[in-house]
């Protein structure tokens, strides 16, 4: 599906990320019951007939019907909850989020989510891993976002957002508590790093309210959009339309799992920012993926660009001064945005 709208060539918005500068371990521990509970006496492989559960969206709001026409790199706004996965492929999934490997070396925690698992990668979660890699999906992912999208990098596959209701217990005391006040943000309102998100519910969501996320258009106007259930996901131009997710009440536990992408083609702009996720990432993969994907996607525009150039000369058109600046122009500010990005951590 290439994107069929026209764009308009804008500053994309400035991403605030956590103060949380450096990698930093939760200091609260999860109960046991969710772990516990979520083990599954056999592993399954990812099989796109028996663990997909995709029903399109009633509705997509686009960009247009909040006042940002020609924003971003797709036409579509926001959509859901639709359904994507079954219940089988969500229990394969906690049974890799919550195993002691995953819960040793995946969990971060910062001034936005104090219990998040991120980074699990294809050995410790092969399942999550195949099931956000699979063609299948992307398939459906991308004809929700109006524009054919990968996973951004593969240490986004994915980030689980942890919330957990206090039952009096002190083990769960310290841990993201979910609030009984209505309409509180659980993060402020914020732009997101990457292009494009998908938000699954992992947790049973009867009797819970909330959890929707409120998109504040130009105008100041407010749009809320309804939160996912179990199973089901939601998908947002995050990178380019403010929004705020309020806060979920009245459940016993609230996992949801976040995965970023990036447009698949090299063609189209790719605003991508590192900086809500360097304070909660292993630094060095984080910049390796990011570094990778960035020059791979300076290579097949120079390669485009050259074959462009060659034709042009073998049908004996003038060069074009104007045209050949704009590409320049464009990967100097990819090349400098990659300077921005690649940082030293102290
Ligand atoms: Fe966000």
Redesign the pocket.
């Known amino acids: 599906m290439a994107p069929s709208a026209t764009f308009i060539d804008v500053e994309p918005p400035v991403v605030i990320g956590p103060s949380t500068k450096k990698a930093t371990r939760p200091s609260n521990e999860l109960p046991w019951s969710l772990i516990d509970g979520a083990k599954l006496a056999k592993r399954e492989e990812f099989d796109p007939v028996k663990h997909l559960n995709f029903i399109p969206p009633k509705s997509i709001l686009t960009m247009k019907e909040i006042g940002l026409e020609g924003h971003g790199i797709s036409p579509h706004a926001a959509a859901g909850p639709f359904p994507l996965f079954t219940p089988e492929a969500i229990a394969q999934m906690r049974a890799e989020i919550f195993d002691e490997k995953v819960l040793a070396e995946c969990q971060y925690s910062s001034t936005f989510n104090k219990n998040m698992v991120r980074g699990m990668g294809p050995a410790r979660a092969p399942f999550t891993y195949a099931a956000w890699k699979s063609p299948e999906v992307l398939a459906r992912i991308s004809e929700v976002a109006g524009i054919d999208l990968v996973p951004s990098i593969d240490f986004e596959i994915a980030n689980i957002n942890i919330s957990i209701r206090d039952e009096n217990s002190r083990v769960e005391h310290n841990v993201n508590l979910m609030s009984d006040k209505e309409e509180l943000p659980a993060?402020a309102w914020?732009?997101?790093s990457f292009p494009f998100?998908c938000v699954t519910m992992l947790s049973d969501c009867t009797g819970m309210f909330g959890g929707e996320t409120a998109l504040r258009m130009p105008s100041g106007d407010i749009i809320k959009v309804r939160g996912p259930a179990m199973g089901t996901a939601v998908v947002?131009q995050?990178r380019y339309i403010e929004?705020q997710?309020l806060k979920a009440m009245g459940g016993r536990e609230r996992i949801s799992m976040v995965t970023c992408f990036r447009p698949k083609s090299p063609l189209v702009k790719d605003e991508t920012v590192l900086v809500g996720v360097r304070g909660i990432s292993n630094i060095s993969e984080l910049y390796t993926q990011y570094t990778e994907y960035r020059l791979e996607i300076l290579e097949e525009r120079v390669r485009h660009q050259l074959k462009q150039e060659r034709e042009r000369e073998t049908a004996k058109k003038p060069f074009n001064v104007p045209e050949m600046k704009r590409f320049l122009t464009n990967q100097k500010l990819f090349i400098e945005s990659m300077l921005t990005e690649i940082q030293e951590l102290d």
């Open positions: 993060v914020h732009y997101d998100v947002m995050g929004h997710a």
